[in-house]
């Protein structure tokens, strides 16, 4: 998800309308997380205290997480508490997750329960999921593998005449194993792509999916519309609810290099590529996406550590970095 801001200051405390903005609710996540954790030091609760005062913004987004966890205890206190205690000692995807989504429900203020119920509860509780930066590849009871790029979910639903692997965000390779008689379907909020073959890739973007076929072939199908189209080795397609679209040619190296831990680009334009690098953090890239048009990017970079990548542009081009907290990187032209 990329954000581009006409000024960086409007933005990292709020929303056109006036709501807090995603940078302050990501930091005002993190002061409450470590409010909750029994080794919060009287340091740490006074530079909160400061933290605070220092804007309205602050006090609204904090307020409003404590609101969302107070409906967690609402439910079960104990075990909202063991859950959280959970979270808090380890560093691992339980508290990057608890920690996305009381930054949804947050943001998404008064109808943040519903969305978090109807949307993050989906990937908190997927059959796998994988949380920003991470990767994950699974073996099925079939012998099919799929691997889990950064920030996915997907449930498994075998039965006895069909495999369907329902993927709830993100993106997935999948490796089918061959079984005549269940077919393989990978399901998304706009797509089926059902395997006619062994691999390939599907993402699922807020506006569509794209299929894109390793090996074998594929057949892409429209939930919405019921048009399909079936894809070749080497070719991808990108599916809406209006329909699939046209056929074009993949490469399928740069498709599949994040599986390696690798962006390889070819004259893209910057912000695509930082569009991209940004799906791998934690927190928002800020940049205005008119004043960097004009700037492209060609080579490799690495997506296990998008600070270097970051670093790699801006040695490379007129940019200037600035980094807020871990979660709140600016980038501007020079």
Not at 130 to 136: F, I, S
Not at 166 to 173: D, M, N, P, Q, Y
Request: net charge negative.
């Amino acid at each position: 998800m990329s954000h581009s801001a006409s000024t960086a200051a409007q933005h990292e405390r709020a929303t056109e309308d006036g709501t807090p903005s995603a940078a302050v609710v990501a930091a005002a996540t993190e002061w409450y997380l470590k409010m909750q954790d029994d080794a919060c030091t009287p340091e740490q609760r006074s530079a909160l205290h400061d933290w605070l005062q220092a804007d309205p913004m602050h006090r609204l987004a904090y307020g409003r997480i404590d609101s969302i966890w107070s409906r967690f205890g609402q439910v079960d206190a104990r075990a909202g508490k063991a859950a959280l205690d959970a979270s808090l000692s380890g560093s691992g995807r339980r508290r990057r997750a608890l920690a996305g989504a009381l930054m949804l429900a947050c943001t998404v203020a008064g109808s943040g329960w519903l969305a978090l119920q109807s949307q993050t509860a989906r990937y908190l509780l997927a059959d796998h999921r994988t949380a920003p930066g991470e990767r994950l590849t699974i073996t099925l009871d079939d012998g099919s593998r799929i691997t889990l790029n950064t920030d996915s979910a997907i449930d498994a639903q075998y039965t006895g005449q069909e495999r369907r692997i329902v993927l709830r965000r993100g993106e997935i390779l999948v490796e089918v194993s061959a079984d005549p008689q269940r077919p393989f379907v990978v399901e998304s909020r706009h797509a089926t792509a059902r395997a006619l073959g062994t691999q390939y890739v599907v993402r699922d973007d807020a506006d569509a999916t794209r299929v894109a076929v390793i090996e074998s072939t594929v057949e892409a199908c429209s939930r919405a519309v019921g048009t399909c189209t079936t894809l070749a080795p080497g070719s991808a397609t990108r599916i809406t609810d209006e329909g699939v679209g046209a056929t074009e040619a993949a490469d399928i190296d740069a498709l599949i290099g994040w599986r390696d831990g690798v962006l390889a680009v070819n004259d893209k334009p910057l912000t695509e590529v930082l569009a991209e690098l940004e799906r791998y953090r934690r927190g928002t890239l800020y940049y205005d996406a008119e004043a960097l048009q004009g700037l492209s990017v060609s080579g490799v970079f690495p997506l296990d550590d998008t600070d270097r990548a970051l670093a790699a542009l801006s040695a490379n081009l007129p940019l200037r970095i600035t980094r807020f907290t871990s979660y709140v990187v600016r980038i501007e032209r020079r």
